[in-house]
């Protein structure tokens, strides 16, 4: 067989777009993953659009243009994407973020629409993502541009090179061994899906924790969060944790008390002080690096794959 004209490392939200980008781009591209789609740390989040990592200039720009592209998605329901209304509400009194004012129904909360203990909030629609439904639509998406997937371990970006031109790493917390690189930190997050009460809006906790408090209705499911543990990488689910997580929904939303919960999802956050997104190269070769982007993924996917495709077109012309 014939080497791929680029070879993306890593299965998740963040190499799928950014595989489906470059297929649809013309390329021929093989995903290297050592986990299917479905068994990432993507698939286990509960993903609502918003950007967070406001330390970083560049990623307003991606957020927009992942903004952009979720939005359209939501005219095909088989995507997994919809736009959801919802209620973000701070601890503090603080003013809301720019990014969120723009967004369609956005209005401050009124005193008496707030759960108990919290002084300023939003009422706003943003994009909401089922993500096993949504990996699902960009592995099937890349499929269709000619791209395929392989199980197997990448063990150096030397060895990656030997496969391909050109190579994008997105493997995420995987980063850490494979460039290496120690400024990443891989960040344990949980969270527990319950039996929907009849819940139609979301609620998010605005506060600069590393694990605020929520809630996003999927259906008949509801996915509540959620936790940050630096440095734990283990993926058993932690009943202890759970059961934080429960009680601080109920608190904030009296008919989640007593849910029925149907699973529990733990994820590996790949967090690092600012996403990596740079052309290099190892051994005379094209690398792109896309990772760090802690759990702001999906908020920043699409921007980051289309900036991607540029570096890589940009090269490949040259």
Do not use: K
Not at 115 to 120: K, N
Not at 170 to 178: D, E, N, V
Not at 305 to 315: D, G, I, K, N, T
């Amino acid at each position: 067989m014939r080497p791929p004209h680029a070879l993306v490392i890593g299965a998740g939200v963040s190499g799928l777009t950014t595989a489906v980008c470059l297929a649809e781009a013309g390329l021929t591209v093989q995903i290297r993953t050592m986990q299917r789609p479905l068994a990432t740390t993507s698939c286990a989040a509960a993903a609502i659009w918003g950007p967070y990592l406001a330390d970083d200039a560049r990623i307003q720009g991606w957020s927009e243009t992942t903004l952009s592209v979720l939005t359209r998605l939501t005219a095909d329901r088989t995507t997994g994407v919809r736009l959801a209304h919802g209620l973000e509400a701070s601890r503090r009194a603080t003013p809301p973020p720019r990014w969120m004012t723009a967004l369609p129904s956005f209005r401050p909360a009124e005193p008496d629409e707030l759960p108990p203990g919290y002084v300023s909030g939003w009422w706003y629609t943003a994009p909401v993502v089922e993500m096993p439904a949504y990996l699902s639509y960009l592995t099937t998406r890349l499929r269709r541009a000619g791209g395929t997937i392989t199980l197997g371990r990448i063990s150096s970006l030397r060895a990656a090179v030997a496969l391909a031109p050109v190579v994008v790493n997105c493997a995420g917390a995987g980063a850490r061994r494979l460039v290496p690189d120690p400024a990443l930190t891989p960040v344990r997050g949980e969270l527990v899906v319950v039996e929907n009460p009849g819940l139609r809006t979301f609620f998010m906790e605005h506060e600069d924790s590393p694990a605020p408090t929520y809630y996003l209705p999927h259906g008949d499911h509801v996915a509540l969060g959620g936790s940050a543990e630096p440095g734990r990488t283990d993926l058993a689910p932690d009943q202890q944790i759970a059961a934080g997580i429960l009680a601080r929904c109920a608190a904030v939303e009296p008919s989640l008390a007593g849910a029925r919960v149907v699973a529990q999802r733990v994820g590996i956050r790949p967090s690092r002080p600012r996403v990596r997104l740079e052309a290099t190269a190892v051994d005379g070769r094209l690398v792109v690096h896309n990772y760090g982007h802690g759990g702001a993924g999906v908020t920043v996917s699409w921007g980051c794959a289309h900036q991607v495709r540029e570096l890589v077109s940009e090269r490949v012309r040259a």
